[in-house]
């Protein structure tokens, strides 16, 4: 079974403030996804990449920041958080050639 | 505008009944639809999925429609238990196969 950690599970800040979320996945998947899910919205991508260094960008991408260190790491950087952005965070990875994307437990944030 | 339309936003079920969960959506690239179910405090997870090649497919209690002229599918629980409750959410995914479109989720409940 793929395995993909995010941490923290939970964040507060306030408005203005700086957040960084992160992703690991140990499972040689090539595609990280960082999603939103809201009430009423279901799930939005933010960004992705497809492998250390690239970053493509989402549907929902204003706000929001990230980067791929490594293939395991990607991250998604809030750099003046606002109320809007009070949302349950999700990051997945796939591997090429298949289609199954594999999530974390999420990141709940809490904008101030 | 919402690219992939799901109904019901949420659905109560008696055990043992019969669950029938609907999408809908406009772009004719899409090709492939699949399933995520989401407990509480989890991420989605895929549940069952479907090529535009094919109108059925089954996995146990569960089976997922397709129907290309009207560009519609449809998941279909018999014998719904309570362990089912959960969130699904339908998805699609383009030919260039690089990123999911989610629908807005169905909370469902099955009462014993």
């Known amino acids: 079974e793929a395995a993909v950690t995010q941490s923290p599970r939970n964040k507060v800040t306030v408005t203005g403030g700086n957040v960084t979320l992160s992703c690991r996945q140990t499972?040689?998947?090539?595609?990280m996804y960082w999603y939103r899910q809201d009430t009423g919205h279901g799930l939005r991508l933010i960004h992705y990449?497809?492998?250390?260094?690239?970053?493509q960008i989402g549907d929902v991408p204003d706000g929001y920041k990230a980067t791929r260190t490594t293939q395991e790491d990607f991250f998604l950087l809030l750099e003046l958080a606002s109320p809007s952005q009070t949302s349950l965070y999700f990051c997945?990875?796939?591997?090429?050639?298949?289609?199954?994307?594999?999530f974390g437990p999420g990141t709940r944030l809490l904008v101030l | 505008q919402q690219q992939v339309r799901q109904s019901p936003q949420s659905l109560t079920v008696w055990e043992g009944g019969t669950t029938v969960l609907t999408c809908s959506y406009e772009d004719s690239t899409f090709n492939y639809f699949p399933w995520y179910q989401q407990f509480p405090g989890e991420g989605p997870a895929l549940l069952i999925s479907?090529?535009?090649?094919?109108d059925k497919k089954e996995d146990g209690r569960f089976t997922t429609f397709f129907n290309k002229r009207e560009k519609k599918l449809s998941l279909h629980i018999i014998d719904s238990q309570p362990g089912d409750s959960a969130t699904y959410f339908c998805?699609?995914?383009?030919?260039?196969?690089?990123?999911?479109?989610f629908g807005i989720g169905t909370l469902l409940s099955v009462k014993p």
């Open positions: 499972n040689s998947h090539n595609y």
């Open positions: 479907i090529l535009s090649v094919s």
């Open positions: 998805a699609a995914m383009g030919s260039s196969g690089n990123k999911l479109i």
């Open positions: 990449s497809y492998g250390a260094g690239n970053l």
């Open positions: 997945a990875s796939r591997v090429t050639g298949q289609d199954t994307q594999y």
